[in-house]
């Protein structure tokens, strides 16, 4: 009988081991692709995760391979031991019995040990899977299964290992990344400290070139200014340095400065305030920054000076001198003094009351006219410097109305009103006008002046003169001529009402109308010519004339005064009617020029009483009256 072959001998048992190491094998490179992946990507990255997925999915392939190759290769193993036990029957007893142990002994060391391998790769395979890579597949035996399960933990091991320094590596490039960005920052840091500074370094040295410069200027100022300029030591007392200002001022050239006591440029009692000035200092005293003194020119004369001294820190004994020459302004502040004086003596001696505030409410002036009208028993110079509340205080009394008064004034002044002629009564009867004025200086308000008038006895005049305007016009009204002035721009002034009538209309209607506006029939007549005649060359014309608006014959009378002309129009129709009788009657003709005269010398005599009250209000007269009327 022939010996039967070992099962795993075979050609299909051959060819399923060989298919399992190959699954094997590919298994370990996709192990190694993995751990390329894991090495050179970062688990941060969403790609990263997305080929270790395929990853998996490729080694689930070779795992499937590896497991159906080898429950094919047991199912073999399991046919195999099947066939050789049919073969085993025809042998004999004894070698049945030995076949048999045989078979059992071979079936527990193959079949057992192939199964369970397999089994333990298979779990193995599942647990690494599942990501568990510190698992260890058991080898228990030394077969090309084992060798497999070594292979994978092998390959599991390492991946482990890459994982792990894959972890190292991202915490590594994370941990320098930080050190990167932080010296990133201090390189920043540091970039930024020098391109400061290289500014502070220019800015520097722009500084230094502008102290450099403004020293310059500085020397080229204290050297040209045309104030004068020194330094003076005073311990000699002596002069350190002087400028050209500094030398024109006083007459003396700089080396005969150097060679002076600066004390001899003072009179005496300059002299005496620098010599205190000089022990106060040095008793360590704080003086006055500003100083006038009287210098002694080279030629003899003497010059008002304010010294601005400036005494050095860094020597107390030195100080700096700006020189003014005040000359002009002293000469001036006393003509300044001198005008005022003047002026107060003007204002005291007016005859009104006068009162001068000061821009914050307080009496500054007041004259004795005020004080008199007010009643006031202080001298005006007592009053001086009191506010506007303390002087209406005083004042009270003397007005009619006392609180209509009183916030009249602070109404006045609060508002800085300009007011003329404004009337109000006193308590003894008088009537006064008040006059203020805000007084302002190169725009800028400095005080009110204020004006008191007694018009007490203006009042009766103009009363008086009233009453004789009414009387006048109640006579001009009464003559039955016609009456009427012109201005000398032909406008009415006046007209009676005998003239008005007769146009039908009121006086009122031709005032301030022209004479030519109103009669333009006039205009080229004769009546124009003698008008015109009259108002140039100041002379009395009379003419007769017809009338262009009736039917009636005038007589007119013009006469020149100093506002324009005085017009009389006297009807003479019905002496033109009877012009034939009235010649063949001579007597009667000199009645009526004797009359027509004396109409003339009552207007003289007219015009000459209207002078006479206008002289009497302190106007000029009214009409110019040539010596022939005047006689």
Known sequence: MTSMPW??????????????RAAADSIYVTFEDIAGIIETSVASDPAYLILIANSWQQLQGPIQDMTSNSSTLAALLERNGDSVQQREIFLTVTILILAIGYFIANYFLVYRRT???????????????????????????????????????????????????????????????????????????????????????????????????????????????????????????????????????????????FSMNPMSLLDEESQKKFAERIKRRVAGQQLETEVSYRFNKKDGKLIDIVLNVAFSKEKPCTALVIGHDIS???????????????FYTMLGSMYAGVLLMTMDGKVEFVNQAFCDA????????????????????????????????????????????????????????????????????DGKFVGMIGTQTDITKLKRVEQALAASNQKNAEILDSITDDFYVLDRDWNFTYANKQFTDKIGKEPSDFVGNNIWTMFPKHIGTIFEDNFRATMEKQEIRRFDIQGKYTQAWYRMTAFPSVEGITVIGEDITEFKQAEDSLRESYAELERINRAAVGRELRMIELKKEINRYYVATGQPPRYMLNPEEDK
Not at 238 to 252: D, P, Q, W
Not at 328 to 342: I, M, N, V, Y
Not at 394 to 415: G, S, Y
Request: charged share 25%; glycine share 4%.
């Open 115 to 257: 199964l369970s391998s397999m089994a333990d790769l298979q779990a193995g395979v599942r647990f690494v899977g599942s990501g568990n890579l510190g698992y260890s597949i058991p080898t228990k035996y030394d077969d090309e299964i084992s060798d497999l399960a070594r292979s994978f933990n092998k390959m599991a091991a390492n991946l482990k290992t890459i994982t792990a320094s894959k972890s190292d590596l991202e915490r590594e490039i994370t941990r320098r990344t930080e050190a990167e960005e932080e010296l990133r920052a201090t390189n920043q840091d540091l970039q930024e400290n020098a391109l400061k500074l290289e500014q502070e370094i220019n800015e520097r040295k722009k500084v230094e070139q502008a102290l450099r410069e403004s020293e310059a200027k500085a020397l080229a100022l204290v050297k040209y200014a045309p104030t004068g300029i020194y330094e003076i030591d005073l311990n000699g007392p002596k002069f350190i340095s002087v400028n050209e200002a500094m030398c024109a001022l006083t007459g003396y050239s700089r080396e005969e400065l």
């Open 374 to 441: 007010y009643g006031l028993t202080m001298s005006p110079d007592a009053l001086k410097g009191i506010t506007t509340a303390e002087l209406l205080a005083m004042a009270r009394p003397a007005f009619k109305n006392p609180d209509q008064a009183e916030a009249r004034i602070i109404e006045i002044l609060a508002n800085k009103q300009s007011v003329t002629g404004e009337q109000f009564e006193l308590s003894n009867g008088q009537t006064a006008i008040r006059d203020f004025t805000p007084i302002t200086v």
């Open 328 to 342: 002009e302004r002293k000469q001036a502040e006393a003509l300044l003094q001198s005008t005022l004086e003047r």
């Open 7 to 20: 099962p795993l001998r075979t050609p299909n048992a051959l060819a399923l081991v060989a298919n399992t």
